[in-house]
């Protein structure tokens, strides 16, 4: 099995580093979204990308033209998988829109085509019946800021052919990522099961009225010496992100304090549009957060 053009289905925040960083190492990339004005969306992104491989990975002008000379656009399914080897799935965290994805996705792509999933919590097991291709079909998932957090958790489901997973191992290789095979299902992974955790940890004592935001991070800063809070953090992910993990949590627990949590999240974010980094505020502002002020740790 040989990879040659990748197709990534969605272009928000992780769907838009995954195209941009495969296209940096050298693979012709289809981006796929649901409509032309956010592809559009996404050139403006990948111009901010350019600028931070410049500063992270000192690339060269050379380098990115290639990158940007490896992408191409799509807002019709069948368009954009017709040549695709890999589909990269990186649409909402939302089972039913994943399965409904999917059951168009096996209908439009040749029979050769590798599907992966880089959801953050949800098993590949659960949607492989809808793959319709389920040997073909595993999850790789990537952090957030790829270029420089790159970590790429391969984990298939009990039906993966081992030589897909190879395959996608070494295409996660090729492309920059440091490959962390996972030898069974496991919601979250690696990355996740330790995050989700502290994130939720800290959320918590934010909404129980416990701690203000910037107290809350200062406090872990000082303490572990690291350089970004959990709020910090969750900027970067994006509030969408843990608003959708939130709410499938209190969805399925009935919790009252993932209920309230939701809430919270949806009033004082989701509904004025401060989704974090990429929006330009979430619960810091930006691009000159407060907790990288010199003072913040004082």
Known sequence: MEINNVTVAGSGVLGAQIAFQTAFYGYKVTVYDISDAILEKAKITFNRLSTAYKEDLKATDHQLETAFNNLNYSSDLSLAVKDADLVIEAIPENPKIKMDFYEKLSKAAPLKTIFATNSSTLLPSQFAKSTHRPSQFLALHFANEIWKHNTAEIMGHSGTDPQVFETVVSFAKSIGMVALP???????????????????????????????VATIDKTWMVATGAPVGPFGILDIVGITTAYNINKMAADSTKDPLKIK????????????????????????????????????LK
């Open 182 to 212: 996972l030898h069974k299902e496991q919601p979250g992974y690696i990355v996740n099961s330790l995050l989700v955790p502290f994130l939720s940890a800290a959320t918590n004592l934010l909404v129980e009225g416990v701690a203000d």
């Open 261 to 296: 949590t939701v809430e919270y999240l949806k009033t004082n974010f989701i509904d004025s549009g401060k989704l974090g980094v990429a929006a330009g505020e979430g619960f810091y502002q930006y691009p000159n957060p407060e907790y990288k002020k010199e003072d913040f």
